[in-house]
Nanobody
């Protein structure tokens, strides 16, 4: 399996900045895409920003121009810099590692198609 450990998050005021970090360990060679999702109370989990399997970056329209995703490939870390935070950014943020396509590689084909971190709370007060 893949282990994802998130750090960062907390309570900030509107307009403030915050940084999240996600470190992957175990079977990291199986990871094809890695990024961040969030889930607000009563809402479905949604994409925030991610590096795709083709090395593109994808951002949700709601965070474009405010959030920046970056990565350290050597350390298997993905970060999310969140600037000009708004109350509507309040949510639990989850790190995601997608193992597709596996290309038939062992042990990747024996594992789940994706893994999630435990989640970290971001609260933005107005």
């Amino acid at each position: 399996q893949v282990q994802l450990v998130e750090s960062g998050g907390g309570l900030v005021q509107a307009g403030d900045s915050l940084s999240l970090s996600c470190a992957a360990s175990e079977n990291t060679m199986c990871i094809r895409a890695m990024g961040w999702y969030r889930q607000a109370p009563g809402k479905e989990r949604e994409l925030v920003a991610t590096f795709t399997s083709s090395d593109r970056t994808v951002y949700a329209d709601s965070v474009k121009g405010r959030f920046i995703i970056s990565r350290d490939n050597a350390k298997h870390i993905v970060r999310l810099q969140m600037n000009n935070l708004k109350p509507e950014d309040t949510a639990v943020y989850y790190c995601n590692a997608d193992l597709r396509p596996t290309g038939g590689q062992v042990p990747c084909i024996t594992m789940l198609p994706e893994y999630w971190g435990q989640g970290t709370q971001v609260t933005v007060s107005s």
